[in-house]
């Protein structure tokens, strides 16, 4: 793992951002197209913003969609789908993109439907965050590290929970859906690349555990440890516990 430190959570987003396109373009260069992984959340703003308007022929980039909340509609300002169509779908003409429907009536169809799709390819780069609790897309502690299923039903612990109140995605913490479809721990660590950004003093304890603590589900974020080319995003905030800062 390469832990990239920058001054701001702006700067961070761009070298993020900057990384992610170099090693896209690389895919491009080597094999003609190219799969990626878009997740989402308030960590997600600066990089999201500056990848868009990086130079890539997003032609040939096919997504997939990291998680969403079950039975909340697209409609609602906290709806993955949404955020990922304003700030990204809409502003790059992608060959093609893969939600998660959260809201389709049976999400073990659903997850079995992306699982489907997206064995069938090869994910070169994989843009991810660190939630407050150490988890990877929703995969809350203690995280499921063994299965094979690329698209998982999960349950949100209330430290998720919380946290997406907190970022003002929703009003109180029963407004926050206790259910949501994640792509599994494995199926991200199958990516050839991973970008992870994870800006903000509220990170930094997750970021230390993620860094410092051995590999263990109930740090799910440690299993980046075991990717062999993963890079770290920080500001000065969230690496302000690490060792050294």
């Known amino acids: 793992m390469e832990i990239i430190i920058s001054n701001t959570k702006e700067d961070l987003g761009r070298k993020a951002a900057a990384k992610g396109a170099e090693l896209i373009r690389k895919a491009l260069a080597e094999k003609g197209e190219v799969n990626i992984i878009v997740a989402t959340g308030a960590s997600q703003f600066e990089m999201l913003e500056a990848l868009v308007k990086e130079d890539v022929d997003w032609s040939k980039v096919t997504g997939f969609h990291l998680d969403e909340y079950i039975d909340l509609p697209v409609t609602h300002p906290a709806s993955f789908r949404k955020y990922l169509k304003e700030r990204f779908v809409d502003k790059v003409p992608l060959k093609q993109f893969y939600y998660v429907n959260g809201d389709t009536g049976d999400p073990e169809i659903e997850c079995k439907r992306l699982g489907y799709i997206i064995r069938a390819r090869t994910i070169d780069v994989a843009f991810i965050g660190i939630g407050e609790n150490g988890h990877l897309a929703f995969n809350d502690p203690p995280a499921d590290f063994e299965t094979d299923e690329p698209y998982l039903v999960v349950e949100l612990d209330e430290a998720c929970r919380r946290q997406q109140m907190s970022e003002g995605w929703f009003y109180t913490l029963e407004d926050v859906p206790r259910r949501a479809i994640s792509m599994s721990i494995r199926q991200i ?51 302000s516990l690490l060792s050294g800062q």
């Not at 993620?210 to 993963?230: C, D, F, K, R």
């Open 189 to 239: 660590l199958k990516s050839k690349a991973i970008i992870c950004s994870v800006p903000d003093e509220r990170k930094s304890r997750a970021v230390q555990g993620a860094v410092e603590s051995g590999v263990t589900p109930m740090i799910p974020a440690t299993a980046l440890q075991e990717h062999s080319a993963t890079w770290l995003f920080l500001d000065k905030a969230s690496a």
